[in-house]
């Protein structure tokens, strides 16, 4: 194995018994309270959020950082759609009286006319 990875046997065993670096234990800790952060927020707080929850708690850590350490855990958030309102209820414009009331049955052709507006303007000829 050390041959592939053109790596010696001594730095091989030194790996092997080697302690964990300053940074990847100050990574575990700021995994650790990222995913209590995205835990706490059920899961909607994107890397900007947690970053900034994990400042007020005292880390120095930047929102890259945060970023790849989500993505590392397969943290994602949780985006909404955003909610436009589209109808106006409070209306003063006259409503116009229903003379079909879906009565379709008609006697000759062209008596009546409808149109459905949900899918652009069709014309129906009954």
Known sequence: MCKVLKVSRSSYYSWLTRNPSRRSIENQKLSDGIKKIYELSKR????????????????????????????????????????????????????????LNRDFNVTRPGQVWVSDITMGIRYHLY
């Open 44 to 99: 909607i707080y994107g890397s900007p959020r947690v970053t900034i929850k994990l400042q007020e708690e005292g880390f120095h850590v930047s929102r890259p950082r945060v970023a790849r350490l989500m993505k590392k855990q397969n943290l994602k958030s949780i985006i909404r759609k955003k909610w436009i309102i589209t109808t106006d209820s409070r209306h003063n414009y006259p409503v116009v009286e229903n003379k």
